[in-house]
């Protein structure tokens, strides 16, 4: 029975996977973004290479959702239905294409999307309108295939759009939930046996949400304005980690 509970791990790395989880659900929801790729980290210290993409998508989804389930009377629907078709046909694509991009090329790639979009001029309307939404959910769809966390991405996008706290982080983690379901069919697809990690996945869900509605709580009495220099601090740190994972390959 440990052994199905546990799949392989040992008690201590399962429960750090489950605190961690909670964790770094709690620090996206009271600041926009950033405990996914914290989440993405930790696993890749502990977990085999070839599960972590696909767990870590799983746990997202159940994060994100919960998220997403508990701010829903904030979600810009219309950006979303802008967002999911483009997000259909990245998937689509990295399926099928299921190559080996250059591991740097992605890193610097994303760092210089999100440090353009945190400090650079404000998009124009042409880029923020139905064609550029549905472009970025094409592309961070496919990229999320290969590199696991592109949250900060589309963060960066969406605050572009927004100036609502509130609106911001529901809409992202609406978005962020199709693309992980998206991600975790894709998986499915490919034959990889996300049942054997159930336990693991439904603690990790579990702590998750009650993450969640810990960092709601502090998203309420954050000011708009602390809120959003909070967001481009932590959106710019970790493009600076991608930039250095980049020059360490």
């Keep these: 029975m440990s052994e199905f509970f546990l799949n392989g791990l040992s008690p201590m790395i399962f429960w750090l996977l489950v605190i961690t989880a909670g964790f770094t659900s709690l620090f996206t929801a009271s600041f926009g973004a950033g405990g996914g790729v914290m989440l993405l980290g930790v696993m890749a210290q502990v977990l085999p290479p070839l599960v972590i993409i696909p767990l870590h998508g799983v746990a997202q989804l159940g994060s994100n959702a919960g998220r997403a389930g508990m701010s829903w009377r904030h979600i810009d629907w219309r950006l979303i239905g802008l967002f999911l078709p483009g997000a259909i046909v990245g998937a689509l694509i990295g399926q099928f294409v299921l190559v080996a991009l250059p591991a740097d090329v992605m890193y610097f790639s994303i760092a210089g999307f999100i440090l353009f979009l945190c400090w650079g001029p404000k998009l124009p309307k042409l880029v923020l ?93 954050m000011p708009d304005r602390h809120f959003h220099r909070i967001f481009n601090l932590i959106l710019t740190l970790l493009a600076v980690r991608l930039i250095w994972q980049g020059l360490s390959f």
Excluded at 137 to 147: D, R, Y
Excluded at 160 to 188: G, N
């Design 129 to 221: 309108g139905k064609f550029g939404t549905m472009l970025a959910g094409g592309i961070t769809t496919f990229l999320t295939l290969f590199v696991g966390a592109t949250g900060p991405l589309v963060a960066a996008f969406i605050k572009q759009v927004f100036i609502d706290r509130f609106r911001t982080v529901a809409t992202f983690a609406t978005a962020m939930s199709l693309q992980h379901v998206l991600k975790i069919a894709v998986f499915e697809q490919a034959g990889f046996p996300l049942g054997a990690w159930l336990p693991l996945l439904v603690c990790m869900v579990i702590s998750g949400a009650i993450g969640t509605w810990v960092g709601l709580t502090v998203l309420k009495k």
